[in-house]
């Protein structure tokens, strides 16, 4: 069974502009999660959505935001892009839900703001 | 104001030995921990995980201690190889009802040929 994909992998990007990122999760996973890896504040929550309802959202900025398609593949997208945002952007996905059963990550999306 | 850096607690075990890794979580409520380890320029990867009516479980290799009255988790590696340099990060549910893990801040294992 082929395992969480994300694209693109590696991203440059100005100060201002907006990104969209693309998570493809594991075939009948339903839940896909998105967060936030940086050097200074490590792993950080962004949202989790199940069957194309945000279920939960973490404490960032509304120029974070997302959606789930009814195939379960879900987007982010960062808009007013500022430097802070250079970071490692991960996919998880699972069955249900991401606290009662195993959450696989995807291989990320290296976003780097100029 | 100027970004600090994680400074990711370090440990270095000789090849072969056993390692111990240890978390501790913050919210009570929690009834399930997962231990990822996170390779460089990868995304964390699933090694084990436990619920909260057990104090141990154990893989290949692997063994997760979960002791609720001091909220403390422990991920033991048993003859630890090369293979197995990377960071490794543990992550709580906070409960029945939450959608988000929380993950700690990770620890940077270096096996020493």
């Known amino acids: 069974k082929a395992g969480v994909t994300q694209t693109p992998r590696y991203l440059i990007k100005t100060r201002g502009q907006q990104v969209t990122l693309s998570c493809s999760p594991i075939s009948g996973h339903r839940s896909v999660s998105w967060y936030q890896q940086t050097p200074g504040q490590g792993l950080q929550f962004l949202f989790e959505y199940f069957s194309e309802t945000q279920r939960n959202k973490g404490n960032f900025p509304g120029r974070f935001s997302g959606r789930q398609f009814s195939n379960s593949r879900s987007e982010m997208n960062v808009s007013t892009l500022e430097l802070g945002d250079s970071a490692l952007y991960l996919c998880?996905?699972?069955?249900?839900?991401?606290?009662?059963?195993?959450?696989?990550f995807g291989p990320g999306t290296r976003l780097t703001v100029l | 104001g100027e970004s600090v850096g994680l400074h990711l607690p370090t440990l270095s075990v000789q090849e072969g030995d056993n390692s111990i890794i240890n978390c501790a979580y913050s919210?009570?409520?929690?009834?399930?921990f997962i231990w990822y380890k996170q390779e460089s320029g990868k995304g964390p990867q699933f090694i084990i995980d436990i619920r909260s009516n057990m104090d141990k479980r154990q893989g290949q290799r692997v063994t997760v201690l979960l002791n609720k009255t001091v909220k403390h988790l422990s991920l033991q590696i048993a003859a630890t190889q090369p293979g197995d340099s990377a960071v490794y990060f543990c992550a709580e549910n906070g409960g029945a009802g939450s959608y988000q893990l929380t993950f700690g801040k990770g620890t940077k294992l270096s096996v020493i040929p």
């Open positions: 919210n009570s409520a929690s009834d399930y």
């Open positions: 998880a996905s699972n069955v249900g839900a991401p606290t009662t059963d195993t959450q696989y």
